[in-house]
Nanobody, 123 residues
Framework: QVQLVESGGGLVQAGGSLRLSCAASGRTFSSYTMGWFRQAPGKEREFVVCLTWSGNKYYTDSVKGRFTISRDNAKNTVYLQMNSLKPEDTAVYYC?????????????????WGQGTQVTVSS
């Protein structure tokens, strides 16, 4: 059974940083693309970034230059380093595994999801 567990969320002031972690189990982690999504209250879940099994990274425009995704295959963990945080980054952040292929920004293409971790950025 595949399980994803996020951690690292919290409350931070604008301009601050957080590092999210997503620990995975039950799957050959290194063979799958991992994605981070976020969902703000009253909004749809949106793509943030993904890291393909081959090491390519795709960021949504709003986080380019501020967020960095990485993975440690030995620990079955993917990270999201978030710098220069803005109030509009406030959301619940989810990690997920891509069902097939190497890249997608569509939530429907991801099959396993974590429970989410809250990130709140105060102005």
């Amino acid at each position: 059974q595949v399980q994803l567990v996020e951690s690292g969320g919290g409350l931070v002031q604008a301009g601050g940083s957080l590092r999210l972690s997503c620990a995975a189990s039950g799957r050959t982690f290194s063979s799958y693309t991992m994605g981070w999504f976020r969902q703000a209250p009253g909004k749809e879940r949106e793509f943030v970034v993904c890291l393909t099994w081959s090491g390519n990274k795709y960021y949504t425009d709003s986080v380019k230059g501020r967020f960095t995704i990485s993975r440690d295959n030995a620990k079955n963990t993917v990270y999201l380093q978030m710098n220069s945080l803005k109030p509009e980054d406030t959301a619940v952040y989810y990690c997920a595994t891509l069902r097939g292929g190497s890249y997608s920004s569509r939530p429907a293409d991801y099959d396993y999801w974590g429970q989410g971790t809250q990130v709140t950025v105060s102005s």
